[in-house]
């Protein structure tokens, strides 16, 4: 803000000030003149008034100068340390401070939102560019299962698709009553073959078969799969292996637990599984990690309000425990 726009924001804010003081000299005047017959002696009083108030627009002046001069530069420096005595201008410079903290948050979140979208789509390409590898391997030998092939792009797909869309979460949200067992069943039903390809059954310990829980079915069941393809991925094997799924009730909530007898996860990775694209130990055993999977349902479960926690062990197996809030039947 150049000197000549300074001067003219400053004599608009003071406009109606120096209006009612003139008004008010104006009254005086006119009252003693009205009062007394004889002419008064006001233009000493007068000349007193004006001066002081010239003192007062002098300061005011001061004063604007220096909130305009914190002004530019808060604008230069946001960390600009503020030096006034003013407090409704040190209120308006600490509200400005804090919008363009609030601002750089943002970005920063977004930035780092674009970046992990920019890693998991260069990641998917990877992923996709292996499966079209194997499945042109397939069509050379056909004796090889290229349905299985064909499903992992799916999911591949499933995926990315997921990852764009927890942006608008809330446009694509229903919450509603759900029964647990049944969604469970649903989705182990579409994952049949993939259980029997690699070795792999399912094993139900349900509290009770009528178990309802408050949550989304489309996110849900998506969460469900998420964990049930990474049970059957580690717990692939020429031996027959099983995996557990345990339900139980406390205190209004419903734990699902889905135990597997897998690889097992490092006691060193446990705390960074959830993280966006990590896929530590066994990601090196296992060329189709992404990292992606338990990062979804970590958030996933947070907008839905759920909890999820892992535990495991090397060699024994892996625990993924979601804890839902219980619905009373109709």
Known sequence: MNKNSQISCFVKDKLSLTTFFFLNSFFIILFFNLLNKEKPEIL?????SIFLYLIFILIEWLKYKGFITNLNAIIKNPYYN?????????????????LHENY??????????????REFISQWIH?????????????????LPIKSQTKKIYSSLDNILTMFRLNQFSKDYIPQRLNLTQSLKKVISEKSDEFIYNNVYPKFQFHSEDIWILSDEKWN?????????????????QKTKYIYFITKEIKNKIYLTIKDEGIGIPAWDLNRVFDAFFTGENGRKCKNSTGIGLYLCHTICENLGHTISITSEVSKGTEVTICYLAKMKD
């Open 44 to 48: 000493y009083p007068l000349s007193i």
């Open 127 to 143: 992923n996709i560019k292996g499966n079209l590898n194997v499945i042109d391997l397939i069509a050379e030998k056909s004796t």
């Open 82 to 98: 503020i030096s006034t005595s003013i407090q409704k201008q040190k209120l308006t410079l600490y509200a400005i401070k804090g």
């Open 221 to 237: 069941e998506f969460l469900i799969s998420q964990i049930i393809s990474n049970a059957i991925k580690y717990s692939k094997s």
């Open 104 to 117: 750089i948050r943002e970005l920063k979140i977004t930035r780092s939102d674009i970046k992990k979208e």
